[in-house]
């Protein structure tokens, strides 16, 4: 144990942030690094740095001076993690674990490679080699780099649809018929000790099609509940990944199981777990940093959490007239990222409530139709 270590960041967003106010709670100091002053962890250290985290150079020396490393988003020099390792350093995750998981591509082969269910998939170098192949409509494409929260995918569903088909390489998935949306973290230590918190459901806004909210415990029966846990737990060998890992699943119609994509480090759909766990993820990703004993993950109530969201329009008075409700929510747990800059559907926030499952949902479906308490 040891907890004088100093932890770096390599990356400034609200993960970041949360990671810090664990941190902060025992005693250890983290640095950031990223390329705005404004980030959302940049006022939560007298660490923070200004620099790119996607350059090798920049991160290595940002890090010289740290104990151990972890990341705030992908989008970071896994080689400087490698090379952090190499001199001794724990990186959570490893820079070895990020490569794969950067490319869509190399995380869709690891996944099938070890046996694990998952859509089936062709991967394409550039566009030309997509429209040479004989395909079954529809189908899902996804940009094998730089995509984030549902931008770089796309849904086509004839040959016409392919001339507005990605260009560079990609991943042509089957379309899958898609009961649930679930998510299973996983943290686990550098002695290989795992633990998997309670498979959380994501129910997303057809209409809009974004995320509508997030239930813990997911609705589902006790055996599929326990099969995602299990899965989980079983990726998270297979990487042998120090840290977080998010596995985030489909529940078929068919009642299958499908693994669609990892993220190695905390997750939107672990938020909850601030106060619906009896140890947050972002805790569990400190104490493995710090080399402390892997928290228990038991849920402690169940939760229902929505992402608070640029509004279309209205900028700040908007979105405070979206909030003010919750606030006098005596089980509403308000979260804002003191992001200046307010986009739409730009990720401000989030509110997590505590309570009971159902009762949760039909208090969320009356807010949302203004019938405010
Ligand atoms: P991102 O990394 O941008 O979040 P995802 O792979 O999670 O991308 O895809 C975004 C969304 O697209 C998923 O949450 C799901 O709703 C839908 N989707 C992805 N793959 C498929 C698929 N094979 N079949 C049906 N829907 C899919």
Redesign the pocket.
């Known amino acids: 144990m040891k907890l004088q270590r100093t932890i770096g960041i390599l990356g400034g967003g609200q993960l970041a942030r949360m990671t810090i106010e664990s941190a902060m709670r025992l005693g250890i100091r983290c640095k950031v690094l990223d390329r705005s002053s404004d980030a959302p962890a940049a006022h939560y250290t007298d660490g923070f740095v200004i620099g790119d985290p996607r350059d090798l150079d920049v991160a290595m020396k940002f890090a010289s001076d740290c104990d151990v490393v972890t990341i705030d988003s992908e989008h970071v020099s896994a080689e400087a993690l490698t090379r952090l390792e190499a001199q001794g350093k724990l990186a959570a995750p490893q820079g070895r674990v990020l490569r794969i998981i950067q490319n ?1 591509c190399l995380q869709k082969d690891f996944i099938s490679d070890h046996g694990f269910p998952t ?1 089936r ?1 062709k991967k394409i170098a550039h566009i030309g080699e997509l429209k040479n192949l004989p395909i079954d409509f529809p189908i ?1 494409q ?1 940009k094998a780099t730089a ?7 796309q ?1 086509i569903t004839t040959s016409q649809g392919l001339s507005a088909a990605f260009e560079g390489e990609s991943l042509v ?6 009961l649930k ?1 679930l998510s299973v973290i996983v943290a686990s230590d550098a002695a290989g000790n795992r633990v998997a918190y309670d498979a959380v459901e ?1 129910v ?1 806004d057809n209409e809009r099609n974004i995320l509508k909210f997030q239930l813990c415990p997911a609705d589902i029966s006790a055996a599929v509940a326990e099969k995602a846990q299990r899965l989980a737990l079983e990726v998270a060998e297979a990487l042998q990944i120090v840290g977080l890992v998010a596995v ?1 699943m ?1 529940l078929t119609v068919g009642d299958e199981l ?1 693994i ?2 990892l993220a190695p480090r905390p997750h939107n759909s672990g938020h909850h777990t601030i106060e619906a766990a009896a140890t947050s993820q972002y805790e569990n990703l400190v104490r493995i940093l710090a080399g402390l004993p892997l928290g228990a993950t038991t849920r402690t109530q169940d939760s229902l959490m929505l992402n608070v969201l640029g509004p279309a329009e209205g900028g700040m008075v908007a979105l405070e007239n979206a909030i003010e409700p919750y606030f006098k929510l005596p089980h509403a747990h308000v979260h804002l990222y003191g992001k200046t800059e307010i986009r739409p559907f730009r990720k401000l926030g989030h509110i997590t409530l505590t309570g009971e499952r159902a009762a949760l949902v039909r208090e969320f479906e009356a807010m949302r139709a203004g019938r405010h308490p």
């Open positions: 869509k859509a998939y899902v996804k995509g984030y929260d549902g931008y770089g995918v849904v998935e089957e379309k899958i018929n898609i949306e994501m997303f985030e489909f499908l669609n994509e």
